[in-house]
Nanobody, 124 residues
Framework: QVQLVESGGGAVQAGASLRLSCAAS????????MGWFRQAPGKEREFVAA????????DYSDSVKGRFTISRDDAKNMVYLAMNSLKPEDTAVYYC?????????????????WGQGTQVTVSS
């Protein structure tokens, strides 16, 4: 199993940048595909980005493509989400998630491990 702890959220103005971090504990972090989802008030939790365990392939939702970048440091058991040009519609709780040897996947139930989330608030 893997335990996940997010950090780096905060309140910023539109156009600003933030970098979220996710610290993973447990064995074999390098074998986990890592992802980020977000949930805005009153909405379903939605896919944001993911990075493959096998070849570092990445994927993004259309709403963040070109603005957000996911990366990982297997030596430190960390995954990051760099968020640029933030918009008010990016306001949400952001969750780090993991799948053992998994493919990149938009479907939330296919991700078994979750952190507690970190709040990102973007004001106009």
């Amino acid at each position: 199993q893997v335990q996940l702890v997010e950090s780096g959220g905060g309140a910023v103005q539109a156009g600003a940048s933030l970098r979220l971090s996710c610290a993973a504990s447990g064995r074999s972090f390098s074998m986990y595909t890592m992802g980020w989802f977000r949930q805005a008030p009153g909405k379903e939790r939605e896919f944001v980005a993911a990075i493959s365990w096998r070849d570092r392939t990445t994927d993004y939702s259309d709403s963040v493509k070109g603005r957000f970048t996911i990366s990982r440091d297997d030596a430190k058991n960390m995954v990051y989400l760099a968020m640029n040009s933030l918009k008010p519609e990016d306001t949400a709780v952001y969750y780090c998630t993991a799948r053992l040897r998994g493919n990149l996947d938009y479907y939330r139930p296919n991700w078994p491990y979750w952190g507690q989330g970190t709040q990102v608030t973007v004001s106009s």
